[in-house]
Protein backbone atom coordinates (compact mmCIF):
# COMPACT_ATOMS: atom_id res chain seq x y z
CA UNK A 1 0.00 0.00 0.00
CA UNK A 2 2.69 2.26 0.78
CA UNK A 3 4.13 1.77 -2.54
CA UNK A 4 0.69 2.29 -4.29
CA UNK A 5 0.62 6.08 -2.03
CA UNK A 6 4.20 7.01 -3.33
CA UNK A 7 3.72 6.06 -7.12
CA UNK A 8 0.13 8.44 -6.45
CA UNK A 9 2.36 11.20 -5.21
CA UNK A 10 4.84 11.12 -7.30
CA UNK A 11 2.49 11.66 -10.44
CA UNK A 12 0.73 14.21 -8.26
CA UNK A 13 4.09 16.04 -7.87
CA UNK A 14 4.88 15.50 -11.21
CA UNK A 15 1.93 17.10 -12.78
CA UNK A 16 2.01 19.99 -10.01
CA UNK A 17 5.61 20.35 -11.02
CA UNK A 18 4.95 20.69 -14.66
CA UNK A 19 1.73 23.66 -13.57
CA UNK A 20 4.23 25.24 -11.08
CA UNK A 21 7.14 25.61 -13.62
CA UNK A 22 4.34 26.95 -16.15
CA UNK A 23 3.34 29.79 -13.47
CA UNK A 24 7.00 30.30 -12.10
CA UNK A 25 8.26 31.26 -15.66
CA UNK A 26 9.58 34.71 -16.12
CA UNK A 27 7.36 34.97 -19.37
CA UNK A 28 4.05 33.63 -18.27
CA UNK A 29 2.57 37.15 -17.14
CA UNK A 30 3.82 38.55 -20.36
CA UNK A 31 2.56 36.12 -22.53
CA UNK A 32 -0.84 35.59 -20.97
CA UNK A 33 -1.06 39.19 -21.42
CA UNK A 34 -0.66 38.86 -24.81
CA UNK A 35 -2.79 35.76 -25.66
CA UNK A 36 -5.39 38.09 -23.76
CA UNK A 37 -5.27 40.82 -26.35
CA UNK A 38 -4.79 38.76 -29.12
CA UNK A 39 -8.14 36.98 -28.11
CA UNK A 40 -9.78 40.80 -27.52
CA UNK A 41 -8.30 41.84 -30.59
CA UNK A 42 -9.97 38.99 -32.52
CA UNK A 43 -13.38 40.12 -31.20
CA UNK A 44 -12.90 43.40 -32.29
CA UNK A 45 -12.54 42.74 -35.26
CA UNK A 46 -15.02 40.00 -36.17
CA UNK A 47 -17.59 42.03 -34.70
CA UNK A 48 -16.40 45.21 -37.23
CA UNK A 49 -16.99 42.62 -40.09
CA UNK A 50 -20.22 41.72 -38.88
CA UNK A 51 -20.95 45.67 -38.47
CA UNK A 52 -19.63 46.12 -41.91
CA UNK A 53 -21.55 43.42 -43.24
CA UNK A 54 -24.95 44.36 -41.60
CA UNK A 55 -24.56 47.85 -43.24
CA UNK A 56 -24.57 46.53 -46.40
CA UNK A 57 -26.89 44.46 -46.56
CA UNK A 58 -29.37 47.34 -44.94
CA UNK A 59 -28.30 49.38 -47.66
CA UNK A 60 -29.26 46.31 -50.22
CA UNK A 61 -32.74 46.24 -48.59
CA UNK A 62 -33.27 49.93 -48.74
CA UNK A 63 -32.92 50.11 -52.51
CA UNK A 64 -35.03 46.81 -53.13
CA UNK A 65 -37.31 48.75 -51.06
CA UNK A 66 -37.16 51.47 -52.98
CA UNK A 67 -37.22 49.89 -56.45
CA UNK A 68 -40.93 47.89 -55.21
CA UNK A 69 -42.04 51.66 -54.29
CA UNK A 70 -41.47 52.38 -57.56
CA UNK A 71 -43.18 49.47 -59.08
CA UNK A 72 -45.90 50.27 -56.57
CA UNK A 73 -46.61 53.27 -58.04
CA UNK A 74 -46.18 52.02 -61.76
CA UNK A 75 -48.74 49.55 -61.07
CA UNK A 76 -51.12 51.75 -59.30
CA UNK A 77 -50.79 54.22 -62.43
CA UNK A 78 -51.35 51.20 -64.96
CA UNK A 79 -54.59 50.32 -62.84
CA UNK A 80 -55.54 54.03 -63.28
CA UNK A 81 -54.97 54.39 -67.02
CA UNK A 82 -56.71 50.56 -67.47
CA UNK A 83 -59.59 51.60 -64.93
CA UNK A 84 -60.78 54.15 -67.34
CA UNK A 85 -64.79 54.60 -67.81
CA UNK A 86 -63.46 55.98 -71.37
CA UNK A 87 -60.91 53.00 -72.15
CA UNK A 88 -63.43 50.14 -70.48
CA UNK A 89 -66.15 51.90 -73.16
CA UNK A 90 -63.75 51.41 -75.74
CA UNK A 91 -62.76 48.11 -74.76
CA UNK A 92 -66.66 46.67 -74.44
CA UNK A 93 -67.43 48.54 -78.31
CA UNK A 94 -64.38 46.99 -79.85
CA UNK A 95 -63.75 43.45 -78.04
CA UNK A 96 -66.95 42.11 -76.57
CA UNK A 97 -69.14 43.90 -79.66
CA UNK A 98 -71.62 45.86 -77.01
CA UNK A 99 -73.22 49.29 -77.61
CA UNK A 100 -74.73 52.21 -76.20
CA UNK A 101 -78.21 51.91 -74.27
CA UNK A 102 -80.53 55.14 -75.17
CA UNK A 103 -81.58 56.86 -72.26
CA UNK A 104 -85.19 56.18 -73.14
CA UNK A 105 -84.32 52.01 -72.43
CA UNK A 106 -82.35 53.08 -69.45
CA UNK A 107 -83.80 51.99 -66.44
CA UNK A 108 -82.59 52.66 -62.74
CA UNK A 109 -83.78 50.28 -60.08
CA UNK A 110 -83.68 52.25 -56.55
CA UNK A 111 -83.64 50.08 -53.37
CA UNK A 112 -86.01 51.27 -50.55
CA UNK A 113 -84.11 50.34 -47.29
CA UNK A 114 -87.67 51.57 -45.56
CA UNK A 115 -89.23 49.09 -47.21
CA UNK A 116 -86.63 45.66 -46.55
CA UNK A 117 -87.33 44.61 -43.36
CA UNK A 118 -83.46 42.69 -41.82
CA UNK A 119 -84.71 38.84 -41.24
CA UNK A 120 -83.88 37.91 -37.61
CA UNK A 121 -80.75 35.61 -37.01
CA UNK A 122 -83.34 32.64 -36.20
CA UNK A 123 -84.23 33.29 -39.89
CA UNK A 124 -80.83 33.49 -40.64
CA UNK A 125 -79.97 30.36 -39.12
CA UNK A 126 -82.88 28.57 -40.54
CA UNK A 127 -82.31 29.40 -44.38
CA UNK A 128 -77.96 28.49 -43.30
CA UNK A 129 -79.06 24.90 -42.24
CA UNK A 130 -81.65 24.11 -44.44
CA UNK A 131 -79.27 25.26 -47.59
CA UNK A 132 -76.93 23.00 -45.70
CA UNK A 133 -79.40 19.57 -45.83
CA UNK A 134 -80.08 20.39 -49.36
CA UNK A 135 -76.53 19.45 -50.30
CA UNK A 136 -75.83 16.55 -47.93
CA UNK A 137 -76.78 13.85 -49.44
CA UNK A 138 -79.65 11.11 -48.35
CA UNK A 139 -78.85 7.96 -48.00
CA UNK A 140 -81.80 5.13 -47.02
CA UNK A 141 -80.91 2.18 -45.19
CA UNK A 142 -82.27 -0.08 -48.27
CA UNK A 143 -79.61 1.86 -50.31
CA UNK A 144 -76.69 1.45 -48.19
CA UNK A 145 -77.31 -2.46 -47.69
CA UNK A 146 -77.30 -2.78 -51.40
CA UNK A 147 -74.47 -0.37 -52.96
CA UNK A 148 -72.54 0.64 -49.91
CA UNK A 149 -71.48 3.36 -48.52
CA UNK A 150 -68.55 3.25 -51.35
CA UNK A 151 -70.75 4.41 -54.05
CA UNK A 152 -71.96 7.73 -52.40
CA UNK A 153 -71.82 10.89 -54.35
CA UNK A 154 -70.81 13.74 -52.29
CA UNK A 155 -70.62 15.93 -54.89
CA UNK A 156 -73.49 18.75 -55.16
CA UNK A 157 -73.33 18.68 -58.98
CA UNK A 158 -73.98 15.31 -59.11
CA UNK A 159 -76.96 15.19 -56.91
CA UNK A 160 -78.41 18.10 -58.54
CA UNK A 161 -78.14 15.68 -62.32
CA UNK A 162 -79.62 12.83 -59.96
CA UNK A 163 -82.47 14.44 -58.97
CA UNK A 164 -83.42 15.62 -62.43
Known amino acids: MRETVRK ?5 EIRSSILN ?4 HRYFPVTLLFCVLLIAACVHIWQ ?13 LKNEQAELRDAKKKIRSDIAILSTAARIEQYAVDSLGLR ?3 AERLFTLVFDKDDHEQPDDLELLLFAINRMADAVPALSSNNAMARGVDNLKLDSL ?4 AAK
Not at 8 to 12: I, L
Not at 21 to 24: A, D, H, L, Q, V
Not at 158 to 161: F, N, Q, R
Open 21 to 24: RIRS
Open 158 to 161: TLEE
Open 48 to 60: RVKVVELVKEVAE
Open 100 to 102: RVD
Open 8 to 12: FKETV
